[in-house]
């Protein structure tokens, strides 16, 4: 199996680079400063035991080129980068006839649970994965894995149920690159599960330091609730604490602990967008159509985004402001 993986960031890096080192065929995707410095000096993995560089071929989008028959798509952008992917690569030829949203696998490495459906509308064979990577990208070229004593945990399946040969090999692969990597017919209600732990994201994002537990109680419960109401089952925190147990904490690296999540490191490079309006956003949006109260939900995404527009730091959002705008009626 020949691999690109658009998006070659922080999940995406580890992925690509590992995946590399235990003799895949892999392409990296990228864009801008980090594009170009794979480029010149590859692409730098740091774990909390070693530190490796990947050399290989490096691309800002497809090629003129038709893509192999046997190669798998790794989708690992942001969520809210994942429609211009989509539609970079979907149409793209490949050797043998039709095209990567007709006849190769996708697989969706990404935090959230709309990215999915989303994908169905331009690729037939989606795969989902359900992501416990901690792992960090701030620098041009270089890319923080935390997880010890794995790098990581990947669930595979199919959307919108079901596995297959591909999820088979590919988890094969990933394997024998260092991560745990079951196959899981209900993989979606592993990711949804992983929605509701993903929504404390942006609580971090925005306060930094210690996390008033009332908030992050607040986004949980709303979430949960939401889902009851939607009839959308997920996996519980004890089948994950049980899945995970000792295979994937996290060490520091370098001496330095993990600086914080996915969302905390989109403020920190000042990006312009964050990941809150597919997980935050996700419970705002289930709980407008269900009918059920999404205050600290709401209030995260408005807080996030702002800070993202305005490129305001991490962790500088003033929490008696939160608090306030959890309080204020919709």
């Known amino acids: 199996m020949r691999y690109v993986i658009i998006g070659a960031g922080a999940v995406g890096g580890t992925i690509g680079v590992l995946l590399g080192e235990a003799g895949r065929d892999v392409t990296l995707v990228a864009r801008g400063a980090h594009l170009d410095a794979i480029r010149r000096r590859g692409l730098t993995l740091r774990t909390p035991d070693r530190s490796v560089t990947w050399r290989g071929p490096a691309t800002g989008g497809p090629g003129p080129e038709p893509l192999p028959a046997d190669t798998a798509l ?11 992917a989509l539609d970079a690569w979907a149409d ?11 006849r190769l696998p996708l697989f969706t490495a990404q935090n959230g649970v709309a990215n999915e459906p989303t994908a169905l509308r331009l690729f037939a064979h989606v795969h989902p994965v359900c992501v416990w990577l901690p792992a960090t990208h701030l620098d ?26 591909t999820d088979v090999a590919v988890s094969a692969d990933l394997t024998a690159a260092g991560f745990v990597a079951p196959v899981r017919p209900d993989v979606m209600r592993w990711k949804y599960g992983k929605l509701l732990n993903n929504l404390g ?16 109680d607040r986004v949980r419960a709303e979430g949960v609730a939401v889902l ?25 690296v370098d001496g330095q602990p993990r600086s914080g999540s996915s969302t905390w490191q989109s403020l920190t490079r000042a990006a312009g967008s964050t990941e809150a309006d597919h997980l935050n956003g996700e419970i705002v949006q289930l709980g407008r159509r269900y009918g059920v109260p999404t205050p600290a939900n709401t209030a995260v995404q408005i807080a996030v985004r702002r800070l993202a527009r305005e490129r305001l730091p991490a962790g500088t959002f003033p929490l008696a402001e939160l608090t306030d705008l959890v309080q204020r009626p919709e």
């Open 74 to 84: 790794v989708l690992t952008v942001k969520s809210q980068h994942t429609w211009a």
């Open 92 to 102: 793209t030829p490949v050797v043998g006839g039709g095209t990567a949203g007709q």
């Open 140 to 165: 041009p070229g270089r890319v923080i894995a935390s997880g010890h004593p794995y790098p990581g945990m990947l669930h595979l399946g199919r959307y919108p149920a079901g596995a297959d040969e």
């Open 201 to 216: 994201n942006g609580v971090q994002a925005l306060l930094g330091g210690d996390l008033p537990g009332w908030l992050l």
């Open 228 to 252: 009851a109401a939607a009839g959308i089952a997920h996996s519980s925190e004890d089948e994950e604490r049980t899945e995970r147990g000792d295979r994937v904490g996290t060490r520091p």
